[in-house]
Nanobody
Framework: QVQLVQSGGGLVHAGDSLRLSCTLSGQLFRNYVIAWFRQGPGKDREFVAATTWNGGGTQYRDSVKGRFTISRDNAEKTVYLQMDSLIPEDTAVYYC?????????????????WGQGTQVTVSS
């Protein structure tokens, strides 16, 4: 069984950067997807970015393209979300999520493993 443990987050000013980490433990099979979701106050949980563990590609929501970068360190079994040029609209609780899937899926309901969540607050 895969478990996900998150670190990072915090309070920053607009224009600053943050990096979130999601470390995996347990057995991974060949096809595995790690995604980042976020949930702002009074909002639905939304897809932010995702990567496949076997290097099949990455996807981003339009509003973070060019500002956020998802990457992974297979040896450390860690996925990172580098967030640059942060804006107040990025304020949310961020979650990493995993699923045994050959391709990236965008709805949170299909992911069966979740990190504990971490708060990101961007002040204007």
């Amino acid at each position: 069984q895969v478990q996900l443990v998150q670190s990072g987050g915090g309070l920053v000013h607009a224009g600053d950067s943050l990096r979130l980490s999601c470390t995996l433990s347990g057995q991974l099979f060949r096809n595995y997807v790690i995604a980042w979701f976020r949930q702002g106050p009074g909002k639905d949980r939304e897809f932010v970015a995702a990567t496949t563990w076997n290097g099949g590609g990455t996807q981003y929501r339009d509003s973070v393209k060019g500002r956020f970068t998802i990457s992974r360190d297979n040896a450390e079994k860690t996925v990172y979300l580098q967030m640059d040029s942060l804006i107040p609209e990025d304020t949310a609780v961020y979650y990493c999520a995993g699923d045994h899937s050959p391709r990236i899926l965008y709805h949170f309901s299909v992911y069966d493993t979740w990190g504990q969540g971490t708060q990101v607050t961007v002040s204007s």
